[in-house]
């Protein structure tokens, strides 16, 4: 038998052969993975869709909360603003009136949302009526002071309008007691409530006191400009001087010690 005659080996395949395998074998692997991935993303569909079916009214109640909340949130503050707008019309429409007394009537007629805006509406019927009848307007106002259901500030303001209005009939330890009771507040009330208290214990005749008052007001760190404008031609029209025993200038002398 000639050396050069290759009768090959009859168990071990050729080249191509194991080629072909190979790549047989890779698709069918490749085939494997991708069935396997097409049922695991089926398993997780069906699983997201029976949580759907299942929990799918929450998220749609939620949204329903939302936007339901978010409307009646502006049909609110739209419903507010035209009752605001409503009761500002009718005030300036009592106000409108050409005697006082129908003034304060119709502003007392009017009907208020809150304890705020009766409260201004009670303070403006009292400004319209102080001039008929001080005495009933005084009383408006301490009922008003009185009312816990009225904002403080509201409160505070009524008092010190109603013991400031002449001939209201209240006796002076009654109006005293109520002054004295705003003076701890602090603020602006607490500096008119000193002034006021000037003006009383001048009314009872003790202008030294009352002089003392004003000059012990006059040098507040918290003094607005406006009062204490006031305040000077108080002390000057009780014969005093503005600031003084005070460091500072703009002392005003009264007419008596310039001649």
């Not at 398993?43 to 329903?64: E, P, S, T």
């Not at 409108?96 to 009907?111: F, I, K, T, V």
């Not at 009872?204 to 009352?210: K, P, T, V």
């Not at 003084?244 to 703009?250: F, T």
Request: charged share 30%.
């Amino acid at each position: 038998m000639p050396d050069d005659l290759d009768i090959g080996t009859p168990w071990q395949p050729s080249v191509e052969a194991l080629r072909d395998a190979c790549k047989t074998g890779a698709r069918r692997v490749s085939d494997t993975d991708s069935f396997i991935d097409e049922v695991s993303e089926e398993v997780r569909k069906d699983k997201l869709f029976a949580n759907l079916r299942r929990y799918g009214w929450i998220g749609v109640l939620a949204v329903l909360l939302l936007v339901g909340g978010a409307g009646y949130n502006e049909w609110r503050k739209a419903s507010e603003r035209g009752d605001a707008e409503a009761l500002g019309d009718a005030i300036l429409t009592a106000l409108e009136r050409e005697d006082r007394g129908d003034r304060a009537n119709a502003l007392g007629a009017l009907e208020a949302p809150d304890g705020a805006a009766q409260a201004v509406i009670a303070l403006l019927a009292a400004g319209e009526q102080s001039a008929s009848d001080p005495g009933a307007a005084a009383g408006r106002l301490l009922s008003l002071s009185d009312d816990p259901s009225v904002p403080n500030v509201y409160r505070q303001i009524a008092v010190l309008k109603a013991v400031s209005i002449p001939g209201s009939g209240l006796e002076l330890p009654e109006r005293r007691e109520r002054l004295e009771a705003l003076v701890p507040g602090g603020g602006l009330v607490r500096l008119l409530a000193e002034e006021q208290l000037a003006l009383l214990v001048l009314e009872e005749g003790d202008r030294d006191a009352a002089l003392s008052r004003l000059q012990a007001l006059r040098q507040d760190a918290e003094i607005t400009l406006s009062l204490a404008q006031r305040v000077d031609q108080l002390i000057v029209a009780l014969g005093g001087v503005p600031g003084e025993g005070a460091e500072g200038e703009g002392a005003i002398a009264p007419a008596d010690a310039e001649e």
